[in-house]
């Protein structure tokens, strides 16, 4: 999970920051990322689709204020959650002009983050959009992943390893279980043991699939036809116009 703050007041930074740490230590969350920023034009320099999945943002900056900065974020990225922070009890409607998830105020407290962090990530789990997917790991404590990092899911004695490109998370559950949930989201079913995010296959060869980075996997005799099926509608949508 990746968070970013941004405000140009220091100790407000700060304390948010605390509190988001607070939230995760008390959600028994391991793997997260919180960067902080002083303005909107810090926050805009080198931002890229998929890059956060929450942007706590301030209204009041000087320079580019918080809407204009949820303006260009928003050219750039439609998924990304945005929850503005304010002193201001006027004018803040024009926020939900940017899909806004609502806002805070600069005096706010632990229960208001974590009643404002699990709203965002429950709608988060439910979604079939970059979808968040969190799970208890086998040695203690829970991660929240972004499917869309996922390359692939792997079942071995009775575990599931969730692979992305430089990390891997084990926990309990069954690779026909994840298949159910996941097909619509953009997986597919390669083998007994394989779930791969269709986005990673950079190739069909013969009985396997080469995935970005990651090596070849396998293809089950019963599964190859899916496969070629699936790789073909994503090789033609890229061309789609």
């Known amino acids: 999970m990746k968070i970013a703050i941004c405000d140009d007041n220091s100790e407000c930074n700060e304390k948010l920051n605390k509190m988001l740490q607070n939230y995760m230590r008390s959600s028994d969350i391991e793997k997260y990322d919180i960067h902080v920023y002083t303005s909107g034009d810090s ?16 209204v009041e900056m000087p320079g580019t204020d918080g809407f204009n900065t949820a303006k260009m974020i928003r050219e750039l990225d439609l998924d990304v959650d945005i929850v503005f922070i304010t002193n201001l009890k006027e004018g803040v409607q024009r926020g939900f002009d940017y899909n806004a998830k609502g806002y805070l105020y600069k005096d706010v407290t632990d229960d208001q983050i974590s009643e404002k962090m699990d709203k965002l990530i429950s709608e988060r789990l439910r979604s079939n959009k970059d979808a968040l997917m969190k799970i208890k790991l086998i040695k203690g404590g829970s991660v929240i992943l972004s499917l869309s990092g996922i390359q692939y899911f792997e079942s071995s004695s009775h575990q599931i390893s969730a692979v992305s490109e430089n990390e891997t998370h084990v926990f309990i559950d069954t690779i026909t279980n994840l298949t159910s949930k996941l097909e619509s989201k953009g997986f597919i079913r390669v083998n007994q043991s394989n779930l791969v995010n269709i986005d990673y296959i950079f190739n069909i060869t013969g009985s396997s699939v080469t995935i970005r980075k990651g090596g070849k996997i396998t293809v089950g005799r019963a599964y190859k036809q899916a496969i070629d099926s699936a790789f073909r509608k994503r090789e033609a949508e890229k061309w789609r116009i």
Do not use: E, R, T, V
């Not at 890229?48 to 929450?54: A, G, L, R, T, W």
């Open 43 to 58: 926050l805009i320099n080198g931002f890229s689709p998929h890059k956060y999945d929450f942007i706590f943002l301030d």
